[in-house]
Structures are given as structure tokens and as C-alpha cells.
T-cell receptor, first 112, second 117 residues
Framework: GENVEQHPSTLSVQEGDSAVIKCTYS??????FPWYKQELGKRPQLIID?????GEKKDQRIAVTLNKTAKHFSLHITETQPEDSAVYFC???????????FGTGTRLTIIP | GAVVSQHPSWVICKSGTSVKIECRSL??????MFWYRQFPKQSLMLMAT?????????EQGVEKDKFLINHASLTLSTLTVTSAHPEDSSFYIC?????????????FGPGTRLTVL
């Protein structure tokens, strides 16, 4: 099955700076890569996703890049704000499966 | 659209009792639902995939006789934790597979916090 690794496990950045979280996956058949934001005790919220037919996708301050050759994808948050503080999970899904494989999570803290 | 609810949102029970958690897709039909367990400061661990009208598919290490899953309709899946013990205390989250545009997507429920005394 798929194995997703996520780094770093914790990340603190100054408000206004950028944050980058990286994930690698093992199965080259994976073709869908969502990112979720989870606040304490709440459900994971999809914030952005990318499919293997594109290399980059952007939505306002959030962007995701995908390198299929290297089998890694990254979340980029620019102009960080205190409300960006949360745990972020990457995930991967491969063609033919309908379940997601989650990374271990990154606790992002924005320092005012 | 694509709202998933869970009930109850939290439950406290005594060791040895059974607890049922419901997962409902409110505005769409879901042939497939998923059950996850999340321990504090850890990731979501898939327990089982629930398919409407058929038996659930359990992940390795998850006891099917302890975690009973029933997906009797296209909008409801239930997870019953039988003979619960303190080590079963966790945050249980379901998701339902729906569509967004031309793609499938998982929509998550708000979770159920189970505490077994």
C-alpha cells in the first residue's frame, strides 16, 4: 500500500512569513493529493488538492506543488496569519483505491 | 452541499458497555463511507471502509468483531464499539465519498469523542 511521510512535525513561523510543509509518497500510481487543516477537536477541512495531471495549484495565500518524478508534494502558505495555526495533514490516493493515506501531520504555530 | 454529520459528538461510557456512533450524509448519497480513529496528537488511522449493502472492509489490526460496521442505506453508516475498554477512548471520525465536479471527494464528519471509564 501507499506510505506517506510528512515533515516537519512542528513548525513555528512569524506572522506574515511563509510556511512550507512537505510530503513524500511511495506509490507512483497515486494521482490525488489533498491537504487538510484540522483545528483541535474539529473535523479535517480540505484546503487545497492537486491531481497528478498538474504541477502546481494556487488558491489565494495557499499553493500546492507536485513533483511526480520525485514523488513529493508541498503545501505553501504565504503571508501567514494567526488563524492559520492548526494541524495540517497531507494525503494521497492512488488510482483504483477509494481510501486516503494520511501523513503524520504538522502542527503549525503562527507567532504574532 | 456535501454535509456529513455524526452522532453523538461525544460519549462517556463504562468499561464493558457498547457504544454506537452514527454517520450520515445529509444532502448526498454515499455508497462508500470510511471510519477513522485519531489518538491525541496523531494522524487519522483508517479503521474500515463501509460499503452500502455489503460487508465492511477492515484494515489490518482492526478487530471486526469489536468494531461492528453497518451501512444499511446510502446515507447512514454506523460504528458500534462493543465491550468498550479504556484503550478504545479516542476521537472517531467518519467520512463519506461524494462528488465535487467530476471527481470523487471525501467529506468528513465532525467526529465523536469516546471516553471509556
Amino acid at each position: 500500500g501507499e506510505n506517506v511521510e510528512q515533515h516537519p512535525s512542528t513548525l513555528s513561523v512569524q506572522e506574515g512569513d511563509s510556511a512550507v510543509i512537505k510530503c513524500t509518497y511511495s506509490d507512483s500510481a497515486s494521482n490525488y493529493f489533498p491537504w487538510y487543516k484540522q483545528e483541535l477537536g474539529k473535523r479535517p477541512q480540505l484546503i487545497i488538492d492537486i491531481r497528478s495531471n498538474v504541477g502546481e495549484k494556487k488558491d489565494q495565500r495557499i499553493a500546492v506543488t507536485l513533483n511526480k518524478t520525485a514523488k513529493h508534494f508541498s503545501l505553501h502558505i504565504t503571508e501567514t496569519q494567526p488563524e492559520d495555526s492548526a494541524v495540517y495533514f497531507c494525503a494521497a490516493k492512488y488510482s483504483g483505491a477509494n481510501n486516503l493515506f494520511f501523513g503524520t501531520g504538522t502542527r503549525l504555530t503562527i507567532i504574532p | 452541499g456535501a454535509v456529513v454529520s455524526q452522532h453523538p459528538s461525544w460519549v462517556i461510557c463504562k468499561s464493558g458497555t457498547s457504544v454506537k456512533i452514527e454517520c450520515r450524509s445529509l444532502d448526498f448519497q454515499a455508497t462508500t463511507m470510511f471510519w477513522y480513529r485519531q489518538f491525541p496528537k496523531q494522524s487519522l488511522m483508517l479503521m474500515a471502509t463501509s460499503n452500502e449493502g455489503s460487508k465492511a472492509t477492515y484494515e489490518q489490526g482492526v478487530e471486526k468483531d469489536k468494531f461492528l460496521i453497518n451501512h444499511a442505506s446510502l446515507t447512514l453508516s454506523t460504528l458500534t464499539v462493543t465491550s468498550a475498554h479504556p484503550e478504545d477512548s479516542s476521537f472517531y471520525i467518519c467520512s463519506a465519498e461524494g462528488t465535487r465536479g467530476s471527481y470523487n471527494e471525501q467529506f468528513f464528519g465532525p467526529g465523536t469523542r469516546l471516553t471509556v471509564l
